[in-house]
């Protein structure tokens, strides 16, 4: 079956240094990826989608990239700042039906 | 601004009692979701439906229920609440077209427990 893993364990970086979190996905070839910030008791807010033909995609700070023969997408903060602090997930689109699957997430802490 | 709206933040049940769970959307998206997260498990796919009256069924649909009467109007029911339901229910609208990627936007969340 599909799979995504994203690392479980919570990522403690530095303000100023660059956060990079890791999603890698088995047994599927998405046609796009998708990544959103969860803060704690609210919903998901989407972030950035990345297709297959794309290598990079960068929005201000924020940085993608989707590797489709390594199964994988790093997702980078650079200038990390403690209000990026949140839970971070990425998902696959299902083919063209606009359902996802998404990754357990990863939670970002930024010390000032 | 874009919003998606749940009928209640906080939800406590007793167990055996009907739970009806309501979101709302003003974005005019044909597709609805309603998923479950918990720890450890990150987010299931309860049900979809991608136009009024269709749904289909998600990852996890047993012991769920939906229905979808108005386009902007997409509601999870849970026909006999069992503690093993206890759980941040949220729901999300998108467009279908690929124009769009996918995006989806969620609501607040319910946070339910059954008792």
């Known amino acids: 079956s599909q799979k995504i893993e994203q690392n479980s364990e919570a990522l403690n970086i530095q303000e100023g240094k660059t956060a990079t979190l890791t999603c890698n996905y088995t047994n599927y070839s998405p046609a796009y990826l998708q990544w959103y910030r969860q803060d704690p008791g609210r919903g998901p807010v989407f972030l950035l989608l990345i297709r297959e033909n794309e290598k990079e995609k960068r929005k201000e700070r924020l940085k993608v990239t989707f590797d489709t023969t390594l199964k994988q997408s790093l997702f980078h903060i650079t200038a990390s700042q403690p209000a990026d602090s949140a839970t971070y997930l990425c998902a696959l689109v299902r083919g063209n039906t606009g359902k996802l699957i998404f990754g357990q997430g990863t939670t970002l802490q930024v010390k000032p | 601004d874009v919003k998606v709206t749940q009928s209640s933040r906080y939800l406590v049940k007793r167990t055996g009692e009907k739970v009806f769970l309501e979101c709302v959307q003003d974005?005019?998206?044909?597709?609805m979701f309603w998923y479950r997260q918990d720890p450890g498990l990150g987010l299931r796919l309860i049900y979809f439906s991608y136009d009024v009256k269709m749904k289909e069924k998600g990852d996890i649909p047993e012991g769920y229920s939906v229905s979808r009467e108005k386009k902007e109007r997409f509601s999870l029911i849970l026909e006999s609440a069992s503690t093993n339901q206890t759980s941040m229910y949220l729901c999300?609208?998108?467009?279908?077209?690929?124009?769009?990627?996918?995006?989806?936007?969620f609501g607040p969340g319910t946070r339910l427990t059954v008792t």
């Open positions: 974005m005019d998206h044909e597709n």
């Open positions: 999300a609208s998108s467009s279908p077209s690929s124009a769009s990627s996918y995006e989806q936007y």
